[in-house]
């Protein structure tokens, strides 16, 4: 759309300078040749001549003697005008209100000389013309005594009207370049000056400088509205991007003093155990076999979390899906929590109408989903909280009476490297538990939504796709 305003807006404005132009052409035309009628004749003889052409209508033969009607000779006085007939020898046959001075027969190159050179005096212009009256041709010469009124004889050079014809042209063509410049310059600026705006707009935010106020109201309206909104999206990214690298850095701060921990013990133990100045039991060293085992198995949920979360989030996780019941596998997983003897005292229920939902999904990663999810629902939550697991159809609910999140919990609790404020000493995990269920379940064309309330409770609704 853009794209055809901006070509009409470059039409118009080609077609625009063409009209003002050509206006400006034909106003200087009219002007030369006002110019040059004002210079060559002060007043057009044309009118005069027509009068003396028609003149003869007042022209009258009786007896074979010319002479004019009354009303001929209430016009020669109402023009100022005199009037000399001549037969065809040029013989002077009748006159009226002539000056005595004209000669009373002419020959032919005279009559020619009375018509086109010879002036009766600076205030009088001869004009001619002829009269049939039965065959005999008669012609008359007409004076008008008027200083105004001039004719002139056109002569002119070939070659000098050749080169007088190429300076006005050239004359023309200079004017005309000179205005299609100045006008296209003109136009130019308007068109080009908010591109400049939109280029020095782009170079700010390539420098991330994202301030950037674009507003525009002609053909460009919508370019700017892109670069602004581009420049809000990118504002709104650079603040989410330092958001996640404080927690980024907030998380290996934490990961590292996790893991020191499990690591001390592991390497305390191992220099007891191999020092010769100790002498340990049975007993004690399978108790310490065993805690080495338990801060092993714990950073080794730590790598396999940082592996599968990487996995995840570049798409080079292949599911190996096959037909699965539900049921089975929900209820599966409450049991085996609560066979945890730490997890005994819970409370926990699992609600389903059915025996069987079976759907297409990868067994072993949604049980790791699921169990992340309803793992967190227990250990974020006092003892005496209440979690229910229902399932209907392909919707799995994870619901609970807890301590609930707050709006910026629940804003970041799908972010990598997130923990919780409900996070306490007897869960120190990877924080990528929220983010891989995330993972899992949108990989499974599925969707994930958590509605809470801070000190009333969090529900989680998990619906997989049957695709």
């Not at 009373?104 to 009766?120: C, D, L, R």
């Not at 007088?164 to 005309?176: E, K, R, V, Y």
Request: proline share 2%.
């Amino acid at each position: 759309m853009m794209r055809w305003r901006l070509t009409g807006r470059y039409l118009f404005s080609i077609l625009l300078i063409v009209l003002f132009v050509v206006c400006i052409n034909g106003v200087m035309l009219i002007g030369l040749l006002v110019w040059q009628s004002h210079t060559t004749a002060p007043l057009s003889s044309q009118p005069v001549e027509s009068f003396a052409r028609e003149f003869k209508q007042y022209v009258q033969i009786d007896e074979g003697r010319p002479t004019i009607s009354s009303v001929g000779k209430a016009v020669l006085q109402q023009k100022h005008a005199w009037i000399q007939v001549l037969n065809e020898q040029g013989e002077e046959q009748y006159t009226y209100r002539a000056p005595k001075t004209l000669p009373t027969s002419y020959s032919p190159v005279e009559v020619v000389q009375m018509y086109k050179y010879k002036e009766v005096d600076a205030d009088t212009t001869v004009f001619m013309d002829s009269v049939n009256h039965n065959g005999q041709a008669y012609s008359y010469f007409i004076g008008v005594v008027d200083r105004n009124i001039n004719r002139y004889v056109l002569s002119y050079n070939t070659a000098q009207l050749g080169k007088s014809l190429n300076n006005i042209f050239l004359l023309f063509l200079i004017i005309d370049s000179l205005i299609a410049v100045l006008i296209g310059y003109v136009f130019s600026q308007r068109l080009t000056k908010p591109v400049h705006k939109i280029i020095d707009d782009i170079k700010k935010l390539a420098n991330k400088d994202y301030n950037v106020v674009s507003q525009s109201k002609g053909v460009y309206r919508e370019v700017t509205h892109n670069v602004q909104d581009l420049s809000t999206q990118l504002k709104r990214a650079e603040v989410e991007r330092k958001k996640l690298d404080r927690l980024k850095e907030e998380w290996i701060a934490n990961i590292s003093h996790d893991m020191k921990t499990p690591l001390a013990s592991i390497q305390g133990f191992a220099e007891m155990m191999k020092d010769k100045d100790y002498d340990f039991s049975i007993e004690e060293m399978r108790e310490y076999a065993e805690i080495i085992e338990k801060k092993s198995l714990y950073i080794k949920e730590v790598i396999d979390d940082l592996n599968l979360t990487t996995r995840l989030k570049n798409k080079q996780m292949s599911l190996n899906k096959k037909n699965v019941n539900l049921v089975s596998l929900v209820r599966n997983l409450v049991i085996d929590l609560l066979n945890d003897p730490k997890h005994q005292q819970r409370s926990i229920s699992f609600d389903c109408k059915g025996e069987a939902v079976f759907l297409q999904v990868d067994e072993l990663l949604l049980r790791r989903a699921l169990s992340n999810l309803i793992f967190n629902a227990v250990v974020h939550n006092d003892p005496d909280t209440k979690v229910t697991v229902a399932l209907e159809e392909t919707s799995i609910y994870i619901e609970d009476n807890g301590k609930g999140m707050s709006r910026e919990e629940l804003d970041h609790i799908f972010s990598r490297y997130y923990r919780g404020t409900n996070t306490g000493e007897s869960h120190k995990g990877s924080g990528l538990g929220m983010a891989i269920a995330k993972d899992i379940i949108e990989a499974h064309q599925g969707t994930i939504t958590i509605n809470s309330i801070l000190g009333e409770g969090t529900t989680i609704r998990i619906e997989l796709s049957t695709h």
